[in-house]
């Protein structure tokens, strides 16, 4: 007799689709089979049964420039609970002189007792610690102390490294058995095109994406991929949402860098031409900007094809008043929520419209993340894994509105859209967090992950 059993909903493993019930004993799967009993039974029919989703890219309050981003470690995490994902991965920012165990203790402080999922944090390496030789000796600690994953930029004044800068700190990374995650685009000459157009009058939303060519953000993710081979350190690419990006990502595998990527929902739904042009505009500024339509259809295929690996959020939410008084595209901080729908966004626009099958939304939403970031224990059904688990009903029909997310800002960028499948019922390490679509767990229920890559 087992403590609890899902029984009769269709069970998506890494070994395939099948009708079955799965049993848990305490934090873990024991067992999947058929007619397996339980001293409770949650019945499925009807469902899909799918590990929690895994978002390895979100940004809960977050400082930026004197503000904070709207969603706490526990609004957020809730939010991110109710869409079927239980474990997001955040990061540490180490201030000038900081060092990085004293950020990582700091970040954690924040999370440790609020959040209400399971979590993780990246390392960021600001401009001022990858410059400094010296601050890298810091980096095998950082791992030890569960943090394998180091966030570097190619953007943004104060963070951007050079490729002098980003060549040591891949060799400190590669050299301690880490694994970077990186933001690509080619931040100094952006700057240029951006003060260049504000000097000439433009200063509406669309001008931040005419500002940062899709090409410069592909040149730098080659430079980027290089670099990487020349230090033997693994590469993850944030955010790819143009179809250059993906050729960069697909060649550098091909020459043999050990390269991935991630897409978003944003960069999947929304077009530059018509929602950064829109009269709220500045609602959809993100970096790297919305494309088109035919990179849509690019960065779509290349999740299916497996040349894309993940589907994230860079959930990085501000309220309407933040995003929309900004003067000029230059000063809006940059963000979109997305943390609660992307399990059923994906499903709808990915599963429902036949761009891809069931298991292979799992495994972008789920096992993929899980495995490339060190999460052995999450993003897969099968015994001996965290009791994860999302009770998925496909035939369950949601039109997004604020009103009904979770999410602390006051708008979304999805409202209005009508998605088929949502989840139904959620659980965290075997104990049930969401029912019926409504959260009933505690926020610091959630722990703190460490991990190694």
């Known amino acids: 007799m ?24 305490g934090e873990e799967i024991v067992a999947i089979g058929f007619g397996l009993n339980g001293e409770r039974v949650i019945d499925a029919a009807g469902c899909y049964v799918i590990p929690g989703g895994v978002d390895p890219h979100v940004h809960l309050q977050m400082a930026l420039a004197g503000m904070i981003s709207t969603d706490t470690f526990t609004t957020g995490a809730i939010a991110a609970a109710c869409g079927g994902t239980t474990t997001i991965i955040d990061f540490a920012d180490p201030q000038p002189e900081q060092p ?14 609020q959040v209400a999922i399971d979590y993780a944090l990246h390392m960021t ?14 980096i095998p600690a950082v791992i030890a102390a569960g943090c394998p994953t180091f966030k570097l930029y190619q953007a943004y004044n104060r963070m951007e490294l050079d490729d002098v800068a980003l060549y040591r700190v891949m060799c400190a990374v590669g050299d301690a058995g880490g694994r970077v995650v990186l933001h690509s685009e080619t931040g100094p000459l952006l700057e240029v095109l951006r003060a260049e157009a504000v000097a000439a009058g433009h200063t509406a939303a669309i001008w931040h994406e005419r500002t940062r060519p899709a090409r410069l953000e592909a040149t730098a993710i080659h430079r980027a991929a290089e670099i990487a081979y020349l230090a033997g350190c693994p590469l993850y690419i944030f955010h790819v949402g143009c179809a250059e990006a993906v050729a960069e990502i697909v060649a550098a595998r091909l020459r043999g860098v050990d390269i991935v990527g991630e897409g978003c929902p944003q960069y999947l739904l929304f077009t530059a031409e018509k929602h950064l042009k829109s009269a709220d505009g500045n609602l959809y500024i993100c970096a790297p900007p919305l494309r088109s339509h035919e990179d849509q259809d690019v960065v779509w295929a ?6 894309l690996q993940v589907v994230s959020t860079d959930h ?7 995003k929309l008084g900004a003067s000029s595209f230059t000063s809006v901080p940059g963000g979109i929520p997305s943390i609660e729908a992307r399990l059923s966004l994906i499903h709808h626009f990915g599963v429902v419209e036949e761009r891809m099958d069931l298991s292979r939304w799992v495994e972008i939403c789920c096992t993929n993340p899980a495995r490339l970031m060190g999460l052995d224990r999450k993003g897969a059904l099968l015994p001996g894994y965290d009791a994860d688990v999302v009770i998925f009903d496909p035939e369950r029909e949601k039109t997004i509105t604020v009103d009904a997310l979770h999410e602390a800002a006051d708008w979304t960028p999805y409202a209005g859209i009508s998605v088929a499948g949502w989840p139904r019922a959620v659980l965290l390490r075997g104990q049930l967090i969401v029912e019926d679509e409504h959260y009933v ?11 190694e890559v």
């Not at 087992?2 to 009708?19: D, K, M, R, S, W």
């Not at 079955?20 to 004993?25: E, F, G, K, T």
């Not at 990085?100 to 007792?113: C, F, I, V, W």
């Open 125 to 138: 390496v600001p401009t001022w610690h990858g410059a400094d030789a010296g601050r890298l000796h810091e």
């Open 316 to 322: 990085c939410p501000w309220t309407r008043a933040e």
């Open 100 to 113: 990085m165990l004293d950020a990582l203790s700091a970040r954690r402080s924040e999370a440790d007792g």
């Open 302 to 307: 290349a999740l299916a094809d497996d040349d």
């Open 2 to 25: 087992y403590e609890l059993v899902i029984a009769n909903g269709l069970v998506i493993t890494p070994g395939g689709v099948i009708v079955a019930d799965l049993a848990i004993n």
């Open 441 to 451: 767990g505690q926020p610091g229920q959630g722990y703190f992950v460490a991990r």
